[in-house]
């Protein structure tokens, strides 16, 4: 497996929620945007958004994804990082609440997201058939044979297991990449 591959199988997805102070909502967006900024700079940063509330006074969203745990950990450890922090108590309430993604939760990444920024459910369920069909099929195909000799539960067992794990790390995360505008339209206003 190249350095690539595993970049993309070791990809992380971090929401931080937190509310800006009454009357500090414009000097709080800034300053996550200025994050943002500041994250393109370091080694592994994969792009990241920024999603206002949708009723004044719930908290601000800040999706952000890195190649990997230890890439993000060492931006959570850069003094850019904290000084932005520090500054952000002023215009902001409490400490971030902070949320990482792998694995299935991250198929139709950001998870927590107002509900009219999710992707419309029969096109996630159309993806998720996508990549269902064929990687059952090549299992069925390609492994079951080699587990026919095993008892059923555990030939059915080995079997699902497979196709979960090559659907967490391997499909999905390429096909929902490769289908983001089939999945997020964009919607008019």
Partial sequence: MNARTDDTLARVTRIARRRARPGCEAEYEAMLREMLTRMRAHKGFLGGDMIPPEVAGEPHQLVVRFASEAELQAWD???ERRALLERMKDVAEGEPAFR???GLEAWFEPAVVPATLHPPRARMAFVTWLGIF????????LVLPW???????????LLT???VITMTWVVMPRL?????AFLNPVRKV
């Fill in 100 to 102: 990482e993604l792998s």
């Fill in 147 to 157: 587990l026919e000799p095993l008892p059923f539960l555990l030939r059915i067992a």
């Fill in 161 to 163: 297991g497979l196709i």
């Fill in 77 to 79: 450890a850069s003094e």
């Fill in 176 to 180: 929902t990449r490769l289908m983001r």
């Fill in 134 to 141: 064929p990687t059952v099929s090549l299992f069925i195909w």
